[in-house]
């Protein structure tokens, strides 16, 4: 797979391991990706393997949970961060 450059910054996208980082894999693109990353990730894992990817992520923002269960018509209570919120949320959401 090929990413924006700006996506993995922080790791040498040659050592990637597409099958044993697929949780973070898919976190990072669905939060900070663009489309083209999207659509990569979406034609490498399939719609099955993101949704069930997607589902186990224990922390998402708020708009990046609701576009993920309406693309893949997933009701936000069975994703694991919506269940697992903080008792005591931030004050501001960015």
Not at 25 to 32: D, F, G, P, T
Not at 58 to 68: D, F, G, M, W
């Amino acid at each position: 797979m090929k990413f924006s450059k700006n996506l993995f910054w922080d790791t040498d996208e040659s050592k990637l391991d597409f099958e044993a980082n697929a949780k973070q894999i898919i976190a990072r693109v669905v939060e900070r990706g663009r489309r083209e990353d999207w659509l990569e990730v979406l034609r490498y894992y399939g719609e099955d393997r993101l949704r069930a990817e997607a589902i186990q992520i224990r922390s998402l923002e708020p708009k990046t949970l609701a576009y993920l269960s309406v693309v893949l018509d997933t009701p936000i209570e069975n994703f694991r961060c919506y269940k697992e919120q903080q008792s005591f949320p931030a004050l501001y959401h960015y």
